[in-house]
């Protein structure tokens, strides 16, 4: 028993130590609080609908969200649109449809079913209208980035001038968070850009931690489900755990040995 | 074993089993309800279709849940002719008042109620549609007249948004 | 073993069991005389059982909606994942249950190490159950890439280069798996039908498993045989059914809290990114099971040779029966094992863990020590062992060191308290 524990604590470290520092290189993340971590975490609607402003406003001519819908924007656990809301919002873009009667492509008004309207037609549009740099998709950019949403929030506001000798290439800039430190992005936040329609002042920081949190949200549009669903499902395991645990002690009891 | 004793197994052993039954059956779920319509496809549960360059006597077809809609804006001759065919001819009687509430406006479910095949407009006996595949007739209403199909064509549910825009679903 | 005696109760099961014995198998399986001193490590069996057909109720339920094409697998992943009822929840289910699946195996695998249950006469269960593993992984590869991550086309590619490694018709073989020049649509249509069927693979040898197991029967945490059924064993139903019901139910709360708290933190987020052919990762690597092995493949330096260490790592396992040389078979009893066991069990885990890190400076050659410590463990230190080792005296029955009353019961007690050390 001794020994299984010291190797179990043995793993515990290393599994410890390998997530630690495979998560990033050794820079530390800015912190803030996100209200959707922990078990009982849930999303801030006004925050998230605050985030699909700045995704809009500032973001969205030159990143994809292409796994997102139109629809999702009423969905429960989300921004909290109303089905109105969201149908304007969709109307507000145009969609590429056809072909017609005459077998040609036409655009017409979003709908709820759209899919939300990417800025370039495909990736190699984006890359030669960026400095033959992708901007990705930012779907599930959340979860395809090791530090997750402290990541993404230290990125935007992590620019800043680059070390004394270091020289950059035309459209490369330096940033704290970004691995490797150059990113083909420029700083895309500053104080004021966006004018908030809830009337929250827009501070860089504020930017940031909204758009993070909408991102969050479009990388796990579920995840309130999932957590609820998961109280419930823990508290009844234990439960039939221990119901499961006295009916052995009862039929083991029959027998002259421990269990 | 005393009585009270195996109440007391017996009142554990069946808690045990009510509550892993409750377990079982709360898996079972999601495994069944994952087959049932998703979220993209009760999106498209509706269809929004533009009438407005549709003249009378004529017909389109549209797609709406994977199934051809026929909608016909009737002439007034069409209309009168509908309206007149007594209930007692009819296989599966229905009044037209009851099929079309704008008596202009005919829409329903280009599915022939015998096998499932797609009618012809302006074909068959009776000045409405014919279905090719085993020969049944329908009138000017979407009604069977004649042939082995049983029932009339469908109306499915539909509402005018607007004066030229159908809502189908 | 077998039971002809038994009659069903009813006329349609006495009609049904005379031209196909299902109640006579039920009844045996009911029956089944268990050793009553089998602790928890028992129980992963049963556990077993369960992540077989959770993976493959979830596997099927999920290929419902996916679509094994380059150009939509991932984003049908995503329409699982966002519009599917209870989509997120099968996908996650399925991952982590691979994860859970593999935990299982190692915990299922180690304890057979431990208390010699690969010793005669069970050496045909010891190799189905390695024909199993190896059967296990390639299910756990092909199914890693079928998201078309990252992670997926990368990983794909690594490993089935591996291939090329054997003389003269290496590249032959590597174009046939690729059905192309390079990973593409076509290994991934292919990649999806044999994962498919790997699991029911892994079904029937499973049943064979079982059934070689219940000819000898269970071996037992001191390891010698059962001398009188009537007071060694328990029915298998209800005493170890509950037994392995209340194991299992612990192992469900872990399974929950991975599935809905932290359903990524096995995975690797490059996976999040669809594949591209023409950017590789930084760092590739496997799932956390293949690590050990990820570790040996890249600790010899030659390409073919590398490959052969890395199989030879599984295969050695399957010569165990034959490499051990001890009469005695549960650790227990084996002082001198048991510290050598112990030692064997911490060098895989640092297997793993290197096999997670960048192939170069410390880490290759603790990988590289490793690895070479691995095989000297199978090859010299067991067949060593066997001869040398001085064992502790193996009581007469099963039920005795409980019940106490008998000559060996001063030799049991002492051997408690080495255990404990």
């Given at each position: 028993m001794k020994n299984f524990i010291r190797i179990l604590s043995l793993t515990i470290s290393l599994v410890g130590i390998s997530l630690y520092s495979s998560a990033a290189e050794k820079v530390e993340y800015l912190k803030t609080d996100w209200t959707f971590k922990g078990p009982f975490g849930k999303f801030d609607r006004a925050a998230l609908q605050r985030g699909y402003q700045v995704y809009k406003e500032v973001c969205s001519s030159c990143h994809s969200m292409k796994y997102l819908s139109y629809r999702n924007l009423a969905e429960k656990g989300g921004p909290g649109f109303t089905e109105s809301q969201a149908k304007a919002i969709a109307a507000s873009f145009e969609v590429t449809d056809g072909p017609n009667e005459d077998g040609e492509m036409f655009t017409r008004p979003g709908k709820l079913s759209d899919k939300f309207v990417m800025p370039y037609d495909n990736v190699k549009a984006a890359q030669a209208a960026n400095g033959g740099a992708y901007p990705p998709d930012m779907t599930v950019l959340v979860k395809a980035r090791g530090g997750g949403v402290d990541y993404i929030y230290s990125l935007l506001q992590g620019y800043e001038d680059?070390?004394?000798?270091?020289?950059?290439?035309?459209?490369?800039?330096?940033?704290?968070?970004?691995?490797?430190?150059?990113?083909?992005?420029?700083?895309?936040?500053?104080?004021?850009?966006?004018?908030?329609?809830?009337?929250?002042?827009?501070?860089?920081?504020?930017?940031?931690?909204?758009?993070?949190?909408?991102?969050?949200?479009?990388?796990?549009?579920?995840?309130?489900?999932?957590?609820?669903m998961g109280f419930k499902a823990v508290v009844y395991l234990i439960i039939l755990t221990i119901l499961v645990y006295f009916s052995m002690k009862r039929i083991w009891s029959r027998v002259e040995t421990k269990v | 074993m005393s009585e009270k004793k195996t109440k007391r197994r017996d009142f554990l052993f069946t808690a045990t089993y009510a509550v892993g039954a409750v377990g079982v059956g709360a898996t079972i779920w999601p495994m069944i309800d994952q087959m049932n319509p998703d979220a993209s496809v009760k999106a498209l549960a509706s269809t929004e279709v533009d009438v407005s360059t549709l003249n009378p006597g004529k017909t389109i077809t549209v797609l709406w849940r994977g199934k051809p809609v026929f909608i016909r804006r009737r002439t007034q001759e069409e209309i009168e002719e509908a309206r007149s065919v007594k209930l007692e001819d009819l296989k599966d009687p229905q009044k037209d008042e009851d099929r079309a509430k704008n008596p202009e406006w005919l829409v329903m479910l280009g599915v022939c109620t015998h096998l499932g095949c797609v009618p012809l407009d302006q074909k068959g006996d009776y000045n409405g549609w014919f279905c090719p595949c085993h020969g049944s007739h329908y009138d000017i209403s979407g009604r069977i007249r004649k042939g082995p199909a049983p029932t009339n064509m469908e109306i499915p549910k539909y509402q005018f948004v607007d004066s030229n825009t159908i809502k189908i679903g | 073993m077998n039971n002809h005696e038994y009659t069903p109760k009813s006329k349609f099961g006495k009609w049904f069991n005379d031209r196909l014995p299902l109640l006579t198998l039920a009844n045996h399986l009911t029956d089944y005389p268990t050793p009553k001193n089998l602790n928890y490590w028992w129980t992963f069996g049963g556990i077993l059982t369960f992540?077989?057909?959770?993976?493959?109720?979830?596997?099927?339920?999920?290929?419902?909606?996916?679509?094994?094409?380059?150009?939509?697998?991932?984003?049908?992943?995503?329409?699982?994942?966002?519009?599917?009822?209870?989509?997120?929840?099968?996908?996650?289910?399925?991952?982590?249950?691979?994860?859970?699946?593999?935990?299982?195996?190692?915990?299922?695998?180690?304890?057979?190490?431990?208390?010699?249950?690969?010793?005669?006469?069970?050496?045909?269960?010891?190799?189905?159950?390695?024909?199993?593993?190896?059967?296990?992984?390639?299910?756990?590869?092909?199914?890693?890439?079928?998201?078309?991550?990252?992670?997926?086309?990368?990983?794909?590619?690594?490993?089935?280069?591996?291939?090329?490694?054997?003389?003269?018709?290496?590249?032959?073989?590597?174009?046939?798996?690729?059905?192309?020049?390079?990973?593409?649509?076509?290994?991934?249509?292919?990649?999806?039908?044999?994962?498919?069927?790997?699991?029911?693979?892994?079904?029937?040898?499973?049943?064979?498993?079982?059934?070689?197991?219940?000819?000898?029967?269970?071996?037992?945490?001191?390891?010698?045989?059962?001398?009188?059924?009537?007071?060694?064993?328990?029915?298998?139903?209800?005493?170890?059914?509950?037994?392995?019901?209340?194991?299992?139910?612990?192992?469900?709360?872990?399974?929950?809290?991975?599935?809905?708290?932290?359903?990524?933190?096995?995975?690797?987020?490059?996976?999040?990114?669809?594949?591209?052919?023409?950017?590789?990762?930084?760092?590739?690597?496997?799932?956390?099971?293949?690590?050990?092995?990820?570790?040996?493949?890249?600790?010899?330096?030659?390409?073919?040779?590398?490959?052969?260490?890395?199989?030879?790592?599984?295969?050695?396992?399957?010569?165990?029966?034959?490499?051990?040389?001890?009469?005695?078979?549960?650790?227990?009893?084996?002082?001198?094992?048991?510290?050598?066991?112990?030692?064997?069990?911490?060098?895989?885990?640092?297997?793993?863990?290197?096999?997670?890190?960048?192939?170069?400076?410390?880490?290759?050659?603790?990988?590289?020590?490793?690895?070479?410590?691995?095989?000297?463990?199978?090859?010299?230190?067991?067949?060593?062992?066997?001869?040398?080792?001085?064992?502790?005296?193996?009581?007469?029955?099963?039920?005795?060191?409980?019940?106490?009353?008998?000559?060996?019961?001063?030799?049991v007690k002492n051997s408690e308290n080495l255990k404990s050390q």
């Amino acid at each position: 028993m001794k020994n299984f524990i010291r190797i179990l604590s043995l793993t515990i470290s290393l599994v410890g130590i390998s997530l630690y520092s495979s998560a990033a290189e050794k820079v530390e993340y800015l912190k803030t609080d996100w209200t959707f971590k922990g078990p009982f975490g849930k999303f801030d609607r006004a925050a998230l609908q605050r985030g699909y402003q700045v995704y809009k406003e500032v973001c969205s001519s030159c990143h994809s969200m292409k796994y997102l819908s139109y629809r999702n924007l009423a969905e429960k656990g989300g921004p909290g649109f109303t089905e109105s809301q969201a149908k304007a919002i969709a109307a507000s873009f145009e969609v590429t449809d056809g072909p017609n009667e005459d077998g040609e492509m036409f655009t017409r008004p979003g709908k709820l079913s759209d899919k939300f309207v990417m800025p370039y037609d495909n990736v190699k549009a984006a890359q030669a209208a960026n400095g033959g740099a992708y901007p990705p998709d930012m779907t599930v950019l959340v979860k395809a980035r090791g530090g997750g949403v402290d990541y993404i929030y230290s990125l935007l506001q992590g620019y800043e001038d680059p070390p004394a000798g270091m020289t950059l290439d035309e459209g490369v800039y330096y940033n704290k968070y970004m691995y490797g430190n150059k990113i083909k992005m420029s700083n895309q936040l500053s104080d004021g850009l966006v004018e908030y329609s809830d009337g929250t002042t827009a501070t860089v920081e504020q930017m940031s931690k909204d758009v993070t949190t909408f991102l969050m949200w479009t990388a796990e549009p579920h995840l309130e489900s999932r957590h609820q669903m998961g109280f419930k499902a823990v508290v009844y395991l234990i439960i039939l755990t221990i119901l499961v645990y006295f009916s052995m002690k009862r039929i083991w009891s029959r027998v002259e040995t421990k269990v | 074993m005393s009585e009270k004793k195996t109440k007391r197994r017996d009142f554990l052993f069946t808690a045990t089993y009510a509550v892993g039954a409750v377990g079982v059956g709360a898996t079972i779920w999601p495994m069944i309800d994952q087959m049932n319509p998703d979220a993209s496809v009760k999106a498209l549960a509706s269809t929004e279709v533009d009438v407005s360059t549709l003249n009378p006597g004529k017909t389109i077809t549209v797609l709406w849940r994977g199934k051809p809609v026929f909608i016909r804006r009737r002439t007034q001759e069409e209309i009168e002719e509908a309206r007149s065919v007594k209930l007692e001819d009819l296989k599966d009687p229905q009044k037209d008042e009851d099929r079309a509430k704008n008596p202009e406006w005919l829409v329903m479910l280009g599915v022939c109620t015998h096998l499932g095949c797609v009618p012809l407009d302006q074909k068959g006996d009776y000045n409405g549609w014919f279905c090719p595949c085993h020969g049944s007739h329908y009138d000017i209403s979407g009604r069977i007249r004649k042939g082995p199909a049983p029932t009339n064509m469908e109306i499915p549910k539909y509402q005018f948004v607007d004066s030229n825009t159908i809502k189908i679903g | 073993m077998n039971n002809h005696e038994y009659t069903p109760k009813s006329k349609f099961g006495k009609w049904f069991n005379d031209r196909l014995p299902l109640l006579t198998l039920a009844n045996h399986l009911t029956d089944y005389p268990t050793p009553k001193n089998l602790n928890y490590w028992w129980t992963f069996g049963g556990i077993l059982t369960f992540c077989l057909i959770t993976q493959i109720v979830t596997g099927l339920v999920l290929a419902m909606h996916y679509i094994a094409h380059a150009d939509m697998a991932f984003e049908s992943v995503e329409h699982i994942m966002r519009d599917v009822n209870y989509g997120w929840l099968i996908r996650y289910i399925h991952a982590n249950g691979a994860s859970m699946f593999f935990l299982a195996v190692y915990i299922h695998i180690f304890r057979s190490l431990f208390y010699g249950s690969y010793k005669a006469p069970r050496e045909i269960i010891w190799i189905i159950g390695i024909i199993i593993y190896l059967l296990m992984m390639a299910a756990a590869f092909l199914g890693y890439v079928l998201p078309w991550g990252q992670m997926s086309f990368w990983g794909a590619t690594v490993i089935t280069n591996l291939f090329s490694a054997i003389p003269f018709v290496g590249e032959g073989i590597v174009k046939w798996l690729w059905g192309g020049y390079s990973v593409d649509n076509p290994t991934l249509t292919r990649f999806f039908t044999l994962h498919y069927l790997i699991p029911f693979l892994i079904l029937g040898l499973v049943v064979l498993h079982i059934w070689a197991l219940h000819v000898p029967g269970n071996n037992n945490p001191v390891g010698i045989d059962i001398q009188k059924p009537s007071k060694d064993t328990v029915p298998f139903h209800p005493y170890i059914v509950i037994k392995d019901g209340f194991a299992l139910l612990m192992f469900m709360i872990v399974f929950a809290f991975f599935v809905f708290y932290t359903p990524n933190i096995l995975g690797h987020a490059d996976n999040y990114i669809e594949a591209n052919p023409l950017v590789t990762p930084a760092h590739i690597v496997p799932e956390w099971y293949l690590l050990p092995f990820y570790a040996i493949l890249r600790s010899v330096p030659d390409k073919l040779l590398g490959v052969v260490a890395m199989l030879s790592a599984i295969f050695i396992l399957a010569a165990l029966p034959w490499l051990d040389t001890s009469k005695i078979r549960s650790a227990v009893f084996r002082p001198i094992f048991r510290q050598f066991y112990w030692i064997l069990v911490a060098d895989v885990l640092i297997l793993g863990y290197v096999g997670a890190m960048p192939a170069e400076g410390l880490y290759l050659l603790i990988a590289r020590i490793a690895t070479a410590y691995y095989f000297l463990h199978f090859l010299v230190i067991l067949p060593v062992l066997g001869f040398k080792e001085r064992t502790i005296p193996v009581p007469m029955s099963i039920t005795e060191p409980i019940l106490g009353g008998s000559p060996n019961f001063a030799a049991v007690k002492n051997s408690e308290n080495l255990k404990s050390q």
